[in-house]
């Protein structure tokens, strides 16, 4: 890969796990070898359950769009949060989990030391310029024993890893295309957020940035 200038000032090799909690782990480009495969599977999810805007309990439109692959997917409206088995806009099952993806959380998991991840959810999330993610835990899963696996494609993202309470203080995480995350533990339940996407655009994806977020839901 080209070297430029900037990356003399990086002071993380890039492939070097970075923690960033006491089980919470960056892997730096993790997913590159493997985009190339997950590309044409995501846009075949995408084709088969559309990207959409959900509703907050609140009545709030989200900013990022989103759908889902495996055998749940979480879904937002007036009702509350959830893990559904049916794509409510269809009410068909959601697009299976591909194994392309299954595999590389598996891997990503076991080398942050959580050796029987089992995902069953797999949430696409997808940022244009501007769009944000506000300060919030992930707690609609059955199991916090289970950690989650990200994986980020496209436009880089400035990461929010806050505490366990809501006003504690965040530290700032760049996020890259292929960088892969894994949180479990007592990191699971941390606050977290994503800063408004930055215009630009990324050679393979465009304005865009893609969160692929998998997690055992049920
Ligand atoms: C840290 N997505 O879908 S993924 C979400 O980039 C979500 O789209 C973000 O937060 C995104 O719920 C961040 C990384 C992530 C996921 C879960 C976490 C980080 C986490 C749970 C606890 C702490
Ligand atoms: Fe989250």
Not at 99 to 107: F, I, K, P, T, W
Request: hydrophobic share 40%; proline share 8%; charged share 15%.
């Amino acid at each position: 890969m080209m070297q430029t200038e900037l990356d003399l000032f990086n002071p993380h090799d890039p492939l070097q796990p970075q923690w960033v909690g006491t089980q919470a782990v960056v892997l730096p480009g993790f997913a590159l070898q493997q985009v190339q495969a997950l590309l044409p599977v995501l846009r075949q999810i995408i084709a088969q359950a559309p990207l959409r805007h959900m509703f907050t309990p609140g009545g709030l439109k989200m900013a990022v769009g989103l759908t889902n692959c495996g055998a749940l997917g979480w879904v937002s409206d007036r009702h509350g949060y959830r893990y559904s088995a049916v794509d409510p806009l269809s009410n068909q099952p959601w697009p299976a989990l591909p194994e392309v993806l299954l595999g590389l959380a598996n891997r990503a998991a076991s080398l942050a030391g959580f050796s029987d991840f089992h995902a069953d959810a797999c949430l696409v999330n997808c940022y244009r310029p501007g769009n944000r993610l506000s300060l919030h835990q992930d707690r609609d899963e059955r199991d916090f024993d289970q950690p989650i696996v990200s994986i980020s494609l496209g436009l880089p993202a400035v990461f929010l890893l806050g505490g366990h309470a809501r006003n504690a203080p965040t530290q700032r995480i760049g996020l890259r295309h292929g960088d892969v995350l894994v949180w479990g533990g007592e990191d699971r339940l941390r606050f977290h957020g994503v800063l408004p996407l930055k215009p630009g655009s990324h050679p393979l994806l465009g304005e865009l940035r893609i969160n692929l977020t998998l997690r055992k839901a049920g």
